[in-house]
């Protein structure tokens, strides 16, 4: 059981692990198993179908009144711990072993083509700073928190402060070289990462140069 004046946030992600566990659950067992008020569980529970993490069944009963029961969303999913790294990992090191890491360099460059025809349309008729910021939203929708910024000579740079595929890239750094292909061809640009995470940076910073005269747009950092 739970001491009471814990913070709301630790509750709710207590209630949200008996809804993995042991759900479907009524307001009434989950205040049983966390030894609080069910005005108390039901605040918390609120709050969670409110985001979207948790959801209610009516559950009728030959007698007495129906019953709520409620159970976690898919989008809760994202709440718990995943090991998805460990299975790629371990696929491309039985790919490594049985044909060799050119089949595993296929692989990564066959992505990079794939994420080239995705991107590359969203990058036509824009300008240089157009492209970076677009890059960087969507870098940033991939999880790889981005951020970019104008330099004093008029060029740009990129940085990443997470990267979802750092326990991949650390191992088949092609991943790393695809990447800054990527950035190449999508941008039309020089693209110089100066700093690496996976060579153990505090996070991948690019610096970014036009090959073209006039394709800079003057504008403001963000």
Known sequence: MIQKGQESGSTRRLI???????????IGALAEELGITEMGVRRH?????????AKTKVVRQAMGRPL??????????????KSYHNLALELLRELDHGSGVEAVNVLFEGRRRRMLAEYAPMMEQRNLEERVAELSSIQNAGGYMAEWSRTEDGSFEMREYNC??????????????????????????????????AEGGQCCRYEITPVREGDISAGTSK
């Open 45 to 53: 529970v609120l709050q969670l179908e409110q985001d979207g993490l």
């Open 164 to 197: 979802p595929i750092r326990q991949v890239a650390t191992q088949y750094r092609k991943a790393c070289q695809c990447e800054h292909n990527l950035f190449e061809e999508l941008l039309d640009a020089k693209v110089k990462r100066s700093e690496c995470m």
């Open 68 to 81: 709520h029961v409620y159970s976690l969303t898919e989008r809760s999913e994202d709440y718990f711990p």
């Open 16 to 26: 949200m692990t008996l809804l993995k566990t042991k759900g479907p659950l009524t």
